[in-house]
């Protein structure tokens, strides 16, 4: 089993910016496709930003420009560096890995508020 834990999340102003680090207990190079999802109150859980092997990456077309997705293979960590933050942002941000299984974090909380 692989387990994936999110860090990074706060309390942040509109316009300012957080990096969240996603841990895997595996080498994450295992790993097929990595990404972020968010789930806001009332809301659907949506896709935020994915990366494939050959890094090829994807993002919602709301976070575009914005937010970036990396990852460190020696670390083993998933990341994404979130700029320009804005208060339709605030959502729970999941860590989502594919391998043999699909694995899921518990998310960790952003909040962009005032």
């Known amino acids: 089993q692989v387990q994936l834990v999110e860090s990074g999340g706060g309390l942040v102003q509109p316009g300012g910016s957080l990096r969240l680090s996603c841990a895997a207990s595996t080498n994450i190079f295992s790993l097929d496709v990595m990404g972020w999802y968010r789930q806001a109150p009332g809301k659907q859980r949506e896709l935020v930003a994915q990366?494939?092997?050959?890094?090829?990456?994807i993002y919602a077309d709301s976070v575009k420009g914005r937010f970036t997705i990396s990852r460190d293979n020696a670390k083993n960590t998933l990341y994404l560096q979130m700029n320009s933050l804005k208060p339709e942002d605030t959502a729970l941000y999941y860590c989502?890995?594919?391998?043999?299984?699909?694995?899921w974090g518990q998310g960790t909380q952003v909040t962009v508020s005032s």
């Open positions: 990366i494939v092997r050959d890094d090829s990456t």
């Open positions: 989502r890995a594919l391998g043999l299984s699909v694995y």
